[in-house]
């Protein structure tokens, strides 16, 4: 109702007269904001409102009647299928992720106020590898390690604003219940299909080819939870895949016995706060041996090629809950290989798990896991390979000076 009238509801023209009045005398350009826009996509009175707004946006030019500089539908899943008057349903081509430039002139405003003493040309890549830039998840490292991890992990800021510091903040957020990841795990409940298509990407290594016209992939790919490389489908960021491969490890099928066994082992594969890695592949291969040596060769053959990965790190999911995470090397996940790095309380395990192609393949890994730990900086990795017949066992090798740890399955 508006003030002094004695009508209960408004009507258009009276309406339009009122946003005309208030452009009119106004000495800044105005914006109108309409937010909720999917709920209203059925009601024609909404769709009458947005039809007069483009009446007037079109008459400032025609007959110079002052309105609105520019018109925002907020809440809006796709204006394609928003059956609207306004022809304005074209491709959005701006990338929205912030660059690690972006990210350093943010982190170096933030240093000339608080004086940390970080260096912020390698805070700013380190949160830009993680995040691919994605606005959301920069601005809750960030607020995480202003905020949260001091004094509770770290006696200063300038202690936090460290590489150590972004991972324990990493950590923080993938653990977090936020409307993000909400979303996320929402659109994978409404499109199942989806939701299968990107477990084989993450635990079998399968490519998912890009497809215009696949409704789920345009919503994925439109709130910028995967991405088109060159007509592949990945999963958008490294903290993206953290969570889903707990969210997928959380409701496997294998869930509730590798859970069951894992936390009775718990206590003694962490020893003053380090992951005794080797004594968690031994027990995770020992409870496997009874799958491994069925005469069910099919079964066999499906445990190895399709379950093995996901069996693992179901395994490593609760061990690792609420102090650690696990991330995958992009670039080595394919259906041969898969390279594992988990993140523990400062300290960096790599294992590498793959399928057993013969032992030419198999010095083959070792010597790229051998150069991957020189990457890192680190002197011991592990290797957990699922093979069909050979008869599952631990052993340990040295190559170019590193001490690997191999388990066969």
């Known amino acids: 109702m508006c003030e002094g ?20 005398t106004s000495n800044k350009r105005i914006v109108l904001i309409i937010d909720e826009v999917d709920s209203a996509s059925n009601n024609q009175v909404f769709f009458y409102f947005l039809s007069q707004l ?27 299928r928003l059956n609207s008057p306004w022809n304005i349903a074209d491709d959005f081509l701006i990338d929205m992720s912030l660059s690690e430039a972006g990210i350093k002139g ?24 993680d995040t691919n830039g994605y606005p959301f ?13 001091v004094p509770g992990e770290f006696s200063s800021l300038h202690d936090a604003w460290t590489l150590e510091g972004v991972e324990m903040a990493v950590k923080l957020v993938v653990s977090e219940k936020n409307t993000l990841f909400d979303s996320l795990m929402g659109k994978l409940e409404d499109y199942p299909v989806m939701k299968q298509e990107l477990k084989r990407v993450l635990f079998q ?20 939870f995967v991405k088109n490389r060159g007509g592949t489908v990945l999963v958008d960021n490294r903290i993206f895949e953290m969570r889903l491969y707990r969210y997928y490890a959380s ?29 968690i592949m031994k027990r995770f291969i020992k409870t496997q041996e009874m799958m491994v040596n069925m005469a069910d060769n099919d079964a066999r053959r499906k445990f190895i090629e399709e379950e093995g990965r996901e069996k693992f790190l179901t395994y490593i999911a609760p061990i690792l809950n609420g102090v650690g ?29 793959k399928i057993w192609r013969g032992e030419r393949y198999n010095s083959n890994g070792e010597k790229q896991i ?40």
């Open 5 to 24: 009238s004695k009508e209960p509801w408004v009507r258009f023209g009276k309406l339009f007269n009122v946003l005309t009045n208030m452009c009119e």
């Open 54 to 80: 483009r009446d007037r946006y079109i008459a400032r030019y025609t007959e110079g009647i002052s309105t609105f500089h520019a018109v925002i539908l907020a809440g809006v899943s796709d204006l394609k």
């Open 106 to 129: 943010m982190l170096d405003e933030y240093e000339d106020d608080h004086h940390t003493g970080m260096d912020t040309t390698s805070i700013a890549a380190k949160i830009r590898d």
């Open 137 to 149: 998840l920069v601005s809750r490292i960030c607020r995480m390690i202003d905020e949260r991890l």
């Open 205 to 224: 290594g399968e490519t998912m080819d890009y497809r215009p016209d696949d409704i789920p992939q345009e919503q994925l790919l439109m709130y910028g």
């Open 251 to 279: 409701e496997s099928v294998f869930a509730k016995e590798m859970r069951e066994e894992a936390l009775e082992y718990k206590p003694m594969f962490i020893k003053d706060g380090i992951l005794d890695v080797p004594l």
């Open 325 to 353: 995470t696990f991330s995958i090397e992009e670039r080595t996940r394919n259906k041969r290989r898969m390279d594992v790095v988990i993140h523990y309380r400062g300290q960096r395990y790599i294992i590498e798990l």
């Open 370 to 409: 051998s150069d991957y730990l020189d990457s890192f900086g680190l002197t011991v990795g592990y290797m957990l390979s699922f093979l069909q017949k050979k008869k599952p066992c631990m052993d340990i090798v040295h190559v170019n000076g590193k001490l690997l740890y191999e388990g066969i399955v």
